[in-house]
């Protein structure tokens, strides 16, 4: 079982669309992380939320972690092709565990 | 400000030969992690080091597959008598020993280099 539940597994639309994408979990998280990848290359942070009901924002891409920390959501706004690929969430179970569990991931395309 | 540095990018091993992976994580970050990764999949963790110590090998293969994170030198993954189902994208990871977001410290800002991609033939 994925204990990190990532939907949709793919997305695709057109520019200028708005879209969400969702972590979910039924464990409690200390602090969760955004991540997106390109094809043929590493992971890159985009976000880390910490607090229960925290929202950050990062020019037209919003997070934010659910009350009980067991769950986060990405959203997008006014997609552009740029903003295509792998989107991963990962949470950290125990703060002094060293160790995040990772989503499999939404891949979006983001058609012109 | 070097990021974490992976070689080689690419590497092409044929079954029954060894595999070495190489990780140099960000300046000033003691703690490393591998993940594997299939097309289309997320990453799956492999190991946690510290210098000199293994923290987390719950994700390891029992067999062929070993670790280290040496007080010098990057950290390896080794991988004995690889076998077609190897073949997978290895990531590295590093994270200092504490992060700050938020006024909370968190160990799990983990910073990827551009893995290394293992075809076994």
């Known amino acids: 079982t994925q204990l990190l539940e990532q939907s949709p597994q793919f997305l695709s639309i057109q520019e200028g669309e708005n879209l969400t994408v969702y972590c979910n979990s039924s464990?409690?998280?200390?602090?969760l992380q955004w991540y997106r990848q390109e094809p043929g290359e590493g992971p890159v942070l985009l976000v880390t939320v910490v607090t229960g009901g925290e929202v950050k924002k990062l020019k037209r891409l919003t997070f934010q972690f659910g009350d009980a920390r067991k769950d986060s959501s990405l959203h997008i706004t006014a997609a552009q092709p740029g903003d295509t690929g792998l989107y991963l969430c990962?949470?950290?179970?125990?703060?002094?565990?060293?160790?995040?569990?990772f989503g499999d991931g939404t891949t979006l395309t983001v058609k012109p | 400000n070097a990021g974490v540095m992976q070689n080689p990018r690419h590497l092409v091993r044929r079954r029954g030969q060894e595999a070495r992976l190489r990780c140099s994580p960000m300046?000033?970050?003691?703690?490393v992690y591998w993940y594997r990764q299939l097309p289309e999949e997320g990453l799956k963790f492999m190991v946690y080091l510290q210098k000199e110590n293994i923290i987390d090998e719950s994700g390891m293969p029992k067999e062929r597959f070993s670790a280290e994170f040496p007080k010098e030198g990057p950290s390896i993954l080794r991988i004995q008598q690889v076998v077609r189902g190897d073949s997978a994208a290895y990531f590295c990871?590093?994270?200092?020993?504490?992060?700050?977001?938020?006024?909370?410290?968190?160990?799990?800002?983990?910073?990827f280099g551009a893995g290394t991609r293992l075809s076994v033939l």
């Open positions: 300046k000033g970050h003691s703690h």
């Open positions: 990871a590093s994270s200092p020993l504490r992060s700050a977001s938020g006024g909370v410290l968190t160990k799990n800002i983990q910073y």
């Open positions: 990962a949470g950290e179970l125990d703060t002094n565990a060293g160790k995040s569990t």
């Open positions: 464990s409690v998280f200390s602090s």
